[in-house]
T-cell receptor, first 114, second 109 residues
Framework: DVKVTQSSRYLVKRTGEKVFLECVQD?????MFWYRQDPGLGLRLIYF???????EKGDIPEGYSVSREKKERFSLILESASTNQTSMYLC?????????????FGPGTRLTVL | QKEVEQNSGPLSVPEGAIASLNCTYS??????FFWYRQYSGKSPELIMF????GDKEDGRFTAQLNKASQYVSLLIRDSQPSDSATYLC?????????FGTGTSLTVIP
């Protein structure tokens, strides 16, 4: 079974703090994604990575950065957390580029910025 | 802008009935289509995918794709209270996935 894990289920941070969200997958998947999910807005792509040290901006990259130093690990960084970054953050991974390959999601991190 | 539209609901059906969930997409280059179920506070889990026109059945679930109309649907037969969840439609374009905002389904015992 594919497993995608995220470092925290719940996180509370203060405005201005630097926040690291970690995601690890154990199935040697090439592609990894970070989304945020907000009521009424659905899942929105922040960044994705198709290889080590490679990254692409998604629809809402502002205020975020990412790091992928190893194939299995994809980190999301909030450089200076703000209250509008309070959200559910979901990591996902997928193997290769075949059109039928599904995304596997991690359990999510619910981040609250005070 | 690649858009995926779903009725937000809520959709309520009695136990044992057929639930019909609909999704439209804007980009004709979309390659494959996925239905995810998401329980409150949990992450999405895949129900099924489809990439050819027509119907695809898996147990109580049937996905239908009409690329000419840019329309994909999910039918849930013999609905159970445990099917109560939010259903997300997703389309794949290249290496990116685009999600609808989800339809909330409640199955009434």
């Amino acid at each position: 079974d594919v497993k995608v894990t995220q470092s925290s289920r719940y996180l509370v941070k203060r405005t201005g703090e630097k926040v690291f969200l970690e995601c690890v997958q154990d199935m040697d998947h090439e592609n990894m994604f970070w989304y945020r999910q907000d009521p009424g807005l659905g899942l929105r792509l922040i960044y994705f990575s198709y290889d080590v040290k490679m990254k692409e901006k998604g629809d809402i990259p502002e205020g975020y950065s990412v790091s992928r130093e190893k194939k299995e690990r994809f980190s999301l960084i909030l450089e200076s957390a703000s209250t509008n970054q309070t959200s559910m953050y979901l990591c996902a991974s997928i193997r290769g580029s075949q059109t039928y390959n599904e995304q596997f999601f991690g359990p999510g991190t619910r981040l609250t910025v005070l | 802008q690649k858009e995926v539209e779903q009725n937000s609901g809520p959709l309520s059906v009695p136990e044992g009935a057929i639930a019909s969930l609909n999704c439209t997409y804007s980009d004709r280059g979309s390659q494959s289509f996925f239905w995810y179920r998401q329980y409150s506070g949990k992450s999405p889990e895949l129900i099924m995918f489809i990439y050819s026109n027509g119907d695809k059945e898996d147990g109580r679930f049937t996905a239908q794709l009409n690329k000419a109309s840019q329309y994909v649907s999910l039918l849930i037969r013999d609905s159970q209270p445990s099917d109560s969840a939010t259903y997300l439609c997703a389309v794949r374009l290249g290496n990116q996935f685009y999600f609808g905002t989800g339809t909330s389904l409640t199955v009434i015992p």
